[in-house]
């Protein structure tokens, strides 16, 4: 009897175990996805050291060679699809636009709660691609990177700082929060490794000594 009854509370026990979890499936707070993870620093150390160094050149640049914002998915356009992965709770019209949610910006640590405070930053940015390799890309590549969801390319973050950064390298900026230097520095190697762009000495050198630490 009392290994029947011991196997009657387990059983009793996993039913209420499972009645908690679909509470929490059904009720808890919608869990954020954010930038994809970046390759660890030991792949992202053997990535850099692969990458060709050249001097950068910008001529002939201008943004609109590289399209922006395009459909990803239903009437989301890239904009509102990074906004509803990298948010909390993120509520959205039939448009797709973010009409409330809670978002927290990694490169400074704040929070909003209002989109219009947040800018999609291209981890490298488009000048920086441009300078790097693309300016000898299609448009539809350059539309693609533009666009990248898949690799640890766009992200929501902070408008202002985003604006601060414009189209600095890690040589010139990196995120205030110094906590996030190590993913940074990971996706910035891994965008431009699997884009084939190349480096100049002393983005090189920057990504070689943040790596180094991580």
Not at 26 to 38: C, E, K
Not at 160 to 186: F, G, H
Request: hydrophobic content about 40%.
């Amino acid at each position: 009897m009392p290994k029947v009854y011991a196997r009657r509370r387990l059983s009793i026990l996993a039913v209420f175990t499972g009645l908690i979890a679909m509470v929490g499936i059904f009720n808890g707070p919608t869990a954020s996805a954010a930038l994809p993870t970046p390759v660890s620093a030991a792949t992202a150390r053997t990535y850099l050291a692969s990458l060709t160094v050249a001097t950068e050149n910008r001529t002939g640049y201008s943004r609109d060679l590289f399209p922006t914002w395009i459909t990803i998915s239903g009437t989301c356009n890239t904009r509102e699809y990074v906004l509803k992965r990298d948010g909390s709770n993120v509520v959205t019209n039939s448009a797709c636009t973010a009409t409330s949610g809670t978002w927290y910006s990694v490169y400074d640590g704040a929070t909003w709660t209002a989109a219009s405070d947040l800018d999609i930053d291209h981890l490298v940015p488009l000048a920086e691609a441009w300078d790097s390799g693309a300016s000898a890309w299609t448009t539809a590549q350059r539309q693609a990177f533009a666009n990248d969801v898949t690799r640890p390319q766009l992200i929501a973050v902070t408008d202002n700082v985003n604006q601060q950064k414009s189209d600095q390298d890690p040589a010139e900026w990196m995120p205030p929060l110094s906590s996030y230097a190590c993913t940074y520095v990971r996706a910035w190697v891994q965008v431009k490794y699997y884009y084939n762009l190349k480096v100049d000495s002393a983005e090189k050198s920057k990504l070689s000594s943040v790596l180094s630490g991580c």
